[in-house]
């Protein structure tokens, strides 16, 4: 198990643009983004599906299409990932930064035996026998929870369970004990008890291995039992920073409070209905000046033009810390709608 005591972030981002040349015209997904996590920590990454999580961590790994350009800073342990060549990364991605896909069944070769393919993984980066491979393979396995997983090393895909094969995937993963590990809606396709099975499993394996963890997620209940600090994503930026206790309980973004309203709590007084944020997310580029989720905030009216003429800069909370939040309402907002 690798040492991870040390202080100071394994990954550091800053200023990450994503910009995707199309027949269109250049497209930007993600404009400006800085986030950081350190050894045993969980960042949580949240947002409606076009905000730019996926796409963000996406450039990270170096797994963009090749119509995609990324600018600014990827630091992992201070080496600058922005510009490697592929075979760098190649020898980086699975080794120092590990991703877990959303949907297991897609990532799992239906020809070949999950031991297999962990044991590949494995040897993949380490000059070691099949036997040695194999043998690390059924280690994994087991730690990740797969009962017999000496026998079951031997089976395909299609014999697991969903949460079985996440968990395959999960092993997949850790086999080269990487220092990030970044996990994409990990268990969206899982019901709610295996979906806490998974979860537990992560914190499991990051506290033993001290790895770093970046979750993306839409599921905030699952963010408030698991991360540490989260970067709420709207239309490619940052809409607002903090730690866990900040945007659950000192929420400064109405689209942050919108979410939280979005979703069942037990830790606030009842309310008689969920509220929804209307509208829909703007498409990428669309809003060139001002807020980008002005259309669809209910302060628009209270602060002015300066929403629609001028794009709020995160900034940070009076006395809360390194709480940010890209808003120009001076105070922080009652309710979202």
């Not at 404009?31 to 963000?56: M, N, Q, R, W």
């Not at 026998?151 to 697991?160: L, V």
Request: hydrophobic share 40%; net charge negative.
């Amino acid at each position: 198990m690798a040492d991870r005591s040390g202080t100071g972030p394994v990954l550091e981002v800053h200023d990450l643009h994503v910009t995707f040349r199309t027949e269109g015209g250049p497209v930007p997904a993600v404009a400006g983004i800085d986030f950081a996590v350190e050894p045993g920590k969980t960042l949580a990454i949240v947002g409606e599906s076009g905000s730019g999580k996926s796409v963000s961590t996406a450039a990270v790994m170096g797994l963009l299409p090749g119509n995609a350009e990324v600018t600014g800073e990827v630091l992992l342990e201070g080496q600058e990932l922005v510009g490697l060549s592929n075979e760098e990364l190649r020898k980086i991605r699975g080794n120092d930064i590990a991703l877990v896909f959303q949907d297991a069944l897609s990532a799992l070769n239906p020809y070949y035996s999950v031991g297999w393919q962990v044991a590949e993984a494995y040897r993949l980066h380490h000059d070691v026998s099949k036997k040695e491979a194999l043998k690390r393979a059924v280690r994994m396995l087991d730690l990740v929870g797969i009962p017999s997983a000496q026998r079951r090393a031997n089976d395909y895909p299609h014999e697991f369970s969903g949460g079985m094969r996440q968990r395959v995937v999960i092993a997949m993963a850790l086999v080269n004990d990487p220092k990030v590990l970044i996990a994409d809606e990990p268990t969206t396709a899982l019901d709610v008890t295996v979906q806490a099975q998974i979860m537990r499993l992560l914190e499991e394996v990051q506290t033993e291995f001290g790895t770093a963890l970046v979750l993306i997620s839409h599921d905030l209940g699952v963010v408030a039992e698991v991360a540490d600090d989260v970067l709420v994503m709207y239309a490619g930026r940052a809409a607002e920073r903090g730690t866990v206790r900040d945007l659950f309980h000192r929420a400064a973004h109405p689209y942050s409070l919108g979410l939280l309203g979005a979703m069942p709590r037990v830790d606030v007084p009842p309310r008689p209905r969920l509220t929804t944020i209307p509208g829909s997310p703007p498409s990428p580029g669309s809003i060139e000046t001002g807020c980008p989720f002005q259309p669809r905030c209910a302060y628009t009216e209270r602060v002015g033009e300066r929403c629609i003429t001028e794009r709020p800069e995160l900034t940070p909370r009076p006395g809360e810390g390194n709480h940010e939040a890209a808003c120009h309402l001076g105070r922080r907002p009652e309710v979202a709608l």
